[in-house]
């Protein structure tokens, strides 16, 4: 019939109830497609879900979850890099350490030998011998103190002297600053005193006596010494008095010093004063070592709290996942079969035609 629509109405005495078939809209087929849809959705969602490990892999399935994931991300990454600087920190302090406990070596043989000198039963060979011995120790801890170093950084050469010069050290005034937190903060930051790394070379070292051992070194030879980092100035006359010797004026030989100007037992005094020296700085190093080594424990929980926040937030819980993976699965291939018998209705009207 011509101007009317091709339908047929099939009028149920069940309430208001009616069931319409049409030809040009199949009502079914659209709720079976969407159904459809929204299992394959589901079950697509649940594979990136199970192949990634995440539960969230997009802002849209959790817009906020996905910010406070990326946040405790860059703090665990942060403080993986505080923890790498804090253990580079701790193997500085070792090295400083060690390298001071070769010095205190070298102070305690000194010391034995100046003790051993001072006994008045050596003759002048005998002090000569250990003059020289004290004088290649002397050289050894200036030589050792000038060379040690990590990373490019001088451990025991910073002069801090008012308005010193200190190139190529590597630190400053204000000492050595390891970065151990997440932030710009003090709290996130073990100062190391520039005391630590000052000048460990015998001049460093009896910096502090050089008047009162002055004294002693002008009866060593006639004018005594302004410097003591040098052969000439300093280590040659140290070690003399050391050995109970003194420099004759003028055969410039090696000659015992009298009993009025015996200067080995009055230099162990000094030689204590540069072990006490060193002493203190290895002190405040096993204080530092303490602190960095309580810091790479609170970064270690710290990572350790995030990280389990961080997956309980972020990762796929994998049997919940695949329960729905299968519910999906299920749920999609009966979509697609109903799918299929609503795309056949519109055919029955052919049959009421």
């Known amino acids: 019939m011509q101007g009317c629509e091709a339908k047929v109405r099939i009028v149920r005495e069940k309430g208001d109830q009616s069931m319409t078939l049409t030809i040009n809209t199949n009502i079914a087929s659209i709720i079976a497609e969407r159904n459809l849809d929204n299992a394959t959705n589901r079950l697509n969602q649940s594979l990136e ?17 996905y910010s406070i994931a990326d946040n405790w991300e860059t703090q665990i990454s942060s403080l993986d890099i505080a923890s790498a600087n804090a253990s580079t920190g701790a193997d500085l302090l070792t090295t400083a350490e060690q390298t001071y406990s070769l010095l205190t070596n070298h102070l305690q043989r000194i010391r034995d030998l100046t003790v051993q000198a001072g006994n008045g039963t050596y003759g002048s060979a005998s002090l000569r011998a250990i003059q020289s011995e004290v004088f290649a120790r002397l050289q050894e801890i200036s030589r ?20 010193a010069k200190n190139p190529g050290v590597g630190i400053t005034d204000a000492g050595l600053n390891l970065q151990v937190g997440l932030y710009a903060d003090d709290n996130s930051v073990i100062n190391l005193n520039v005391d630590l790394f000052s000048d460990a070379s015998v001049s460093g070292l009896f910096k502090g006596q050089k008047t009162e051992m002055n004294q002693i070194l002008t009866k060593t030879k006639a004018g005594g010494v302004t410097k003591f980092n040098s052969e000439t100035d300093g280590y040659l006359l140290m070690s003399a008095a050391c050995a109970n010797l003194k420099i004759d004026a003028t055969t410039n030989d090696f000659v015992i010093q009298d009993d009025s100007t015996a200067s080995a037992t009055k230099m162990i005094g000094f030689i204590d004063n540069a072990i006490e020296e060193i002493s203190s700085r290895v002190t405040q190093l096993g204080a530092a070592q303490n602190r960095v080594a309580s810091a790479l424990s609170a970064i270690d929980v710290q990572s350790q709290n995030l990280t389990s926040s961080l997956s309980t937030l972020r990762d796929t819980d994998v049997a919940d996942e695949s329960s729905k993976y299968v519910q999906a699965q299920i749920l999609q291939q009966a979509s697609a079969t109903l799918l299929a018998t609503a795309n056949q209705t519109p055919s029955i009207a052919l049959n009421l035609i």
């Open 49 to 65: 879900r199970l192949s990634t490990g995440y539960k969230i892999n997009h802002a849209a399935d959790n817009a906020a979850g």
């Open 144 to 163: 050792i103190a000038a060379n040690s170093e990590f990373n490019g950084i001088k451990l025991m050469t910073y002069n801090t002297d008012a308005g």
